[in-house]
C-alpha cells in the first residue's frame, strides 16, 4: 500500500524534522494565505494521519509517521492563529532561528508581553489615548492635553502618556509666544 | 486479520447500541428479540450472573439495591466529586470509595469499579454481535462524548480491555455522528453536531472538506446536563402534585422514587411524541392507614415546554462558546445533525432550528447514529487504506501545577490531536534525584478548579547541582484524546523513568483481575 519511495522519504523527514520550521513541514511558503495552509494541513493529514498506518505491519514506519503528523498538526496549531503566526514568523527569521523552529512558552509569553505594551492596560484610558493621537494629528494641541491627562488619571505611571503630554504642552507653550 | 469484525459501541449513559459494517454497510445490530437498543443497566442476579439491558431495566425497581444504571455518570470520577454525591443520594445501589480515590459498586457482597460494571455492557454488546455474525468478536470502536476528560476516556478504554475487547480507538460521540451522516460530498461544509445525550451534552462544529477530511474546528460540552435533567423536572412536578392531593413526599421513599422516575422518563416520550401524557401509576405507596394511593395527573406539552426552557437554553450557552473557538455565527453553520433521544422532543427540534436558523437533519435515529459512526470508523481501521479522516480536537487545556495553587497551560483546547509538546524542567536542589510533575485539565488556573490527571514522578536521570540537570518533559495527547507523558534528561537524551503516583485510575493488576472476573461472569441473558 505504502511504496518505499514514500517511507524511505518519510524517514529523512522524521530524521530531520528538527531543522524544519512549521513552513516547511507543511510545504508551503511564509507568506501562505488561510487557505492555503488549510489546504496543506489536510493534504498531510491524508497521507500521515495515524488511521492510514493503523494496520501497516512495520512500527518503524508507524512511529515515523507518527512523528511527523504531530508536528504538521502543531504547525498548523500555530500557522492558524493569526498573532502566532506573526509572532513565529518573526522567530525564524530573526538570529535565534534554529533555537526557535518550535513555537515553545518563550514566544507565547513574549507574544503576551507584547500585548501589554500596547498603550495602556485600562480600557478608559487606552479610549482616551487613542483621542489623544488622533486630536494631536489634527493639530488640536488643548484638546490633546486634555485626553492624556484623563489617560493619565487612569494610570499615572505611564511613561508613553505622559511624554505626549509633555509634547503637547511644548507645543501649546510654543504656540502662545 | 483483516477479514476480522470490528464492531462500532455507542456506550451511552442510559442506552447502548452496537453496529458493525457488513457487506459494505453500517448497521445496527439487533438482540434476538429484535430490539436495537440496550438499556446500559446491570442487574447482579442471586446465582452470580448478570442480567444486562432492557430486561434488567425492569429489574430497577423490583431488585433495586442490585441493579445499577447510569454508571457513566461516574465512571473516571473521584470519589469526592460533586457528581458521585450526588449519584450516592438518588441510586437505589450502593456506592463506595475505593482505592486512590476511586469510586465502587458494591452489589451483593462484592465491590466493582465503575470500569467493570461498564464492561459488563460492554460484554453484552459483544455477546449481541456475535449471537448475530456466530463469530467472535474481539475489536471494537467505542464512543465517548466529545468533552469526556483523560480519566474518563481512559476508563472507558479500560473498560473495553475488561470486556476481553481490543478497543482499536475511543472517538468522540459527535464527530462519529457526523462520520455515520456521511456528510460532505459539498466541499467545505460546515456542520453542527448537537449531541444532547442521557447524562451529557455536546456540541461539536466541524468543516467537512473534500475527499473525505472531517476537520473539528470546536468542540465544548456539559457534562452534567442530559435528558435525565428534563425527567427530573417531570418527577418534582409530579412529586408536587401528589404532595398537594395528600399530603406525603414520592421523594422521601427509593421505591416510590424509581417507580416515579420510570413515569416520568415515560410521561416525556409521551408528551414529544403525543403533545400531551396521561400519568397514571396504581398504587404508586400507601396512606398511613394501608389505602393504596394512586398517582393521577397529566401533562401538557406547554407545561412541560415551560418547564424545561431553561435547560435547553443551557445547550446553546455551551453552543455560543463552540462557535466562537471556532470563529463562526450560527447562521454561518450549513447543516446541524441531532444526536441523542431528548433531541426527538419538539421542543429541542425546534428551538435548534431557530437557533441555527436552518432545518436540523434527523433522517438517521438520533439513538443509533453514533453506534454506526463507530462501525465504520472500526471498519476504516481494519481495513487497509481508510477513506476519511476524522482530525478531532482535545476538549480541555492540559495544564500543570504550578507554585501556590496555581497551573499553567500546556496545550490549549481544541488544539488538534495527535499532539505533543515538550517543556524543560530544571532540578532546584543539589543531588535532586526526583522530579515531580502534576498534569491536569479544566479552564481555570486554579488548581482544585481543574480535574487533576495524576501526578508523575520522573527518576533516573544525572545528578548533579541544583540548575545544572534539565529534564524535557513531553506531553502528548494521542488520537484517543488519551494523555500520555514522557521524559528524558536533555544533555544525554537519556529516557527517564515515570511513574504514576497519583490517579484515580485502574492498575494493570486491578485491569487483570477484572478481566478475569469479568470473563467468568455468566450474562444471564445468554445462558440457555
Known amino acids: ?177 | 486479520m483483516s477479514d476480522e469484525i470490528a464492531v462500532g459501541i455507542d456506550l451511552g449513559t442510559s442506552n447502548s447500541c452496537v453496529s458493525m459494517v457488513l457487506d459494505g454497510m453500517a448497521q445496527i445490530v439487533p438482540n434476538e428479540w429484535g430490539e436495537r437498543i440496550h438499556a446500559s443497566v446491570v442487574s447482579f442476579l442471586e446465582d452470580g450472573s448478570v442480567l444486562v439491558g432492557n430486561e434488567a431495566k425492569r429489574n430497577i425497581i423490583t431488585n433495586s439495591e442490585f441493579t445499577v444504571y447510569s454508571t457513566k455518570r461516574l465512571i473516571g470520577r473521584y470519589f469526592f466529586s460533586d457528581e458521585v454525591k450526588k449519584a450516592q443520594a438518588v441510586m437505589p445501589y450502593e456506592i463506595v470509595e475505593g482505592p486512590n480515590n476511586g469510586v465502587r459498586v458494591k452489589a451483593r457482597g462484592q465491590e466493582y469499579a465503575v470500569s467493570e460494571v461498564s464492561a459488563l455492557v460492554l460484554k453484552e454488546m459483544k455477546a449481541v454481535a456475535e449471537r448475530y455474525v456466530g463469530v467472535e468478536v474481539k475489536k471494537a470502536v467505542v464512543t465517548v462524548p466529545a468533552f469526556f476528560n483523560d480519566n474518563q476516556r481512559q476508563a472507558t478504554k479500560d473498560a473495553g480491555r475488561i470486556a476481553g475487547l481490543d478497543v482499536l480507538r475511543i472517538i468522540n460521540e459527535p464527530t462519529a455522528a457526523a462520520l455515520a451522516y456521511g456528510l460532505g460530498g459539498v466541499e467545505n461544509q460546515r456542520a453542527a453536531i448537537y449531541d444532547l445525550g442521557g447524562g451529557t451534552f455536546d456540541v461539536s462544529i466541524l468543516e467537512i472538506g473534500d475527499e473525505g477530511v472531517f476537520e473539528v474546528l470546536s468542540t465544548a460540552g456539559d457534562t452534567y446536563l442530559g435528558g435525565d435533567d428534563f425527567d427530573d423536572r417531570i418527577m418534582n412536578y409530579l412529586a408536587d402534585i401528589f404532595q398537594e392531593q395528600y399530603n406525603l413526599d414520592l421523594r422521601q421513599n427509593k421505591y416510590c422514587l424509581q417507580v416515579l422516575k420510570e413515569a416520568s422518563e415515560q410521561a416525556k416520550i409521551d408528551v414529544g411524541r403525543y403533545g400531551k401524557a396521561e400519568v397514571y401509576v396504581e398504587g404508586i405507596c400507601q396512606a398511613e392507614d394501608g389505602q393504596a394511593l394512586d398517582l393521577v395527573a397529566t401533562l401538557d406539552e406547554e407545561t412541560f415546554n415551560g418547564m424545561v426552557m431553561d435547560l435547553v437554553q443551557r445547550t446553546f450557552k455551551v453552543c455560543d462558546e463552540a462557535l466562537q473557538a471556532a470563529r463562526l455565527t450560527a447562521n454561518e453553520i450549513d447543516a446541524v445533525v441531532l444526536v441523542g433521544g431528548p433531541t426527538r422532543l419538539p421542543v429541542v427540534s425546534t428551538s435548534v432550528g431557530h437557533y441555527f436558523q436552518t432545518e436540523p437533519l434527523s433522517n438517521v435515529d438520533p439513538d443509533e447514529v453514533v453506534a454506526l459512526g463507530a462501525a465504520v470508523q472500526a471498519d476504516a481501521l481494519c481495513r487497509a487504506d481508510a477513506e476519511h479522516f476524522l482530525l478531532d480536537v482535545t476538549p480541555l487545556t492540559l495544564r500543570i501545577a504550578t507554585v501556590g495553587g496555581y497551573t499553567e497551560p500546556i496545550i490549549d483546547k481544541n488544539s488538534p490531536i495527535p499532539v505533543e509538546r515538550t517543556r524543560s524542567f530544571t532540578t532546584s536542589r543539589d543531588g535532586q534525584d526526583k522530579v515531580r510533575i502534576k498534569v491536569m485539565q479544566g479552564e481555570s488556573s486554579r488548581e482544585e478548579e481543574c480535574e487533576m490527571l495524576g501526578q508523575f514522578e520522573f527518576s533516573g536521570f544525572r545528578i548533579g547541582y541544583r540548575g545544572e540537570v534539565t529534564i524535557e518533559v513531553t506531553f502528548e495527547i494521542d488520537t484517543n484524546g488519551i494523555v500520555n507523558v514522557t521524559a528524558a534528561d536533555a544533555e544525554t537524551g537519556q529516557r527517564t523513568t515515570t511513574r504514576l503516583t497519583l490517579s484515580s485510575g485502574l492498575s494493570e493488576e486491578d485491569i487483570e483481575e477484572s478481566r478475569k472476573r469479568t470473563e467468568e461472569t455468566e450474562l444471564a441473558s445468554r445462558a440457555a
Open chain 1, 1 to 177: 500500500m505504502h511504496d518505499q519511495q514514500f517511507e524511505v522519504e518519510l524517514e529523512v523527514i522524521a530524521g530531520l524534522i528538527d531543522d524544519l520550521d512549521y513552513f516547511q513541514v507543511l510545504k508551503i511558503e511564509q507568506d501562505a494565505t488561510p487557505g492555503q495552509i488549510k489546504a496543506a494541513y489536510y493534504r498531510e493529514s491524508r497521507s500521515l494521519h495515524p488511521d492510514k498506518f493503523f494496520s501497516a505491519e512495520s512500527e518503524e514506519l508507524k512511529n515515523n509517521a507518527l512523528k511527523v503528523y504531530k508536528r504538521v498538526t502543531e504547525a498548523y496549531m500555530v500557522l492558524k492563529d493569526h498573532q502566532k503566526r506573526a509572532k513565529y514568523l518573526a522567530d525564524i527569521n530573526g538570529p535565534d532561528r534554529a533555537s526557535k523552529l518550535r513555537f515553545s512558552e518563550e514566544s507565547e509569553r513574549e507574544q503576551k508581553q507584547g500585548k501589554e505594551e500596547e498603550p495602556g492596560k485600562t480600557a478608559p484610558a487606552r479610549q482616551s489615548y487613542r483621542q489623544a493621537v488622533l486630536q494631536m494629528h489634527d493639530g488640536q494641541w488643548d484638546k490633546a492635553r486634555r485626553s492624556l491627562k484623563t489617560a493619565l488619571m487612569y494610570e499615572p505611571d505611564n511613561e508613553l502618556f505622559r511624554s505626549k503630554l509633555e509634547e503637547c504642552q511644548e507645543r501649546l507653550a510654543e504656540g502662545s509666544r
